[in-house]
């Protein structure tokens, strides 16, 4: 603990800008990573297979219904929104999709790309701290006795080397997180928008006049 506070007081004032930058990145990554993986991330195949029975019914309501019972809601609620839509008509499947997933993808993909840019301003920030800390080291050497010079370049190099440091890890810390909280976000849109062309082509079933047979075959009423 020593360590650590010594590494930060020997950073100056840089370090405390960092300092912020970490932690609205951590506030960042919790928020999401509960999001993500808690929230919208739970298994959507009990509600397919729910909203499945009724569209092969041709029961849209019912389907709607479900909707508002499912513990997952970006599918319930890209679901709901193309159910209104089959509701009352639509001249293009591939738009219906897209339309719901409107909705959908940006409360997904929020905030994730905060991180990138966190990454960036943290390492620029590093680097401003880097080079106001070699500046004040060489600037120093002149305004002190030759005993004291080597005392004050190792000051301002240790708040240079500190300043890149602190920049460097941050930046790792939120790329890291950047790659799995995007992997994420990317497959719950893609696993959602497969869940609605799923039901488009069930309910276009439907319309056809194809019902459920036994062994889950399709036949023709």
């Not at 569209?55 to 019972?69: F, H, R, S, W």
């Amino acid at each position: 603990m020593e360590g650590l506070l010594k590494f930060f007081h020997d950073g100056g004032p840089f370090m405390v800008v960092n300092v912020f930058f970490i932690a609205f990145a951590l506030a960042v990554i919790v928020e999401r990573m509960y999001a993500l993986f808690l929230s919208y991330g739970i298994n959507e195949k009990p509600f397919v297979a729910a909203v499945d029975r009724y569209l092969q019914a041709g029961n849209i309501e019912a389907a709607a219904k479900v909707c508002t019972q499912s513990p997952t809601p970006a599918l319930s609620r890209a679901t709901r929104n193309l159910l209104k839509l089959l509701r009352n008509g639509f001249e293009s499947p591939v738009l219906a999709v897209e339309e719901s997933l409107m909705e959908v993808r940006p409360l997904v993909m929020a905030r994730v790309n905060w991180l990138w840019s966190i990454a960036n301003i943290a390492t620029l920030v590093g680097l401003i701290g880097t080079i106001v800390g070699l500046i004040g080291a060489f600037g120093s050497l002149g305004a002190v006795s030759a005993e004291q010079k080597a005392a004050a370049l190792a000051k301002g190099i240790s708040e240079a080397m500190n300043n890149t440091a602190f920049g460097l890890t941050i930046a790792v810390i939120c790329i890291f997180f950047h790659l799995i909280l995007n992997n994420q976000s990317v497959k719950i849109v893609e696993r959602t928008e497969h869940a609605l062309f799923h039901f488009l082509n069930v309910h276009a079933q439907w319309r056809k006049g194809y019902r459920p047979a036994e062994g889950g075959d399709q036949k023709k009423g």
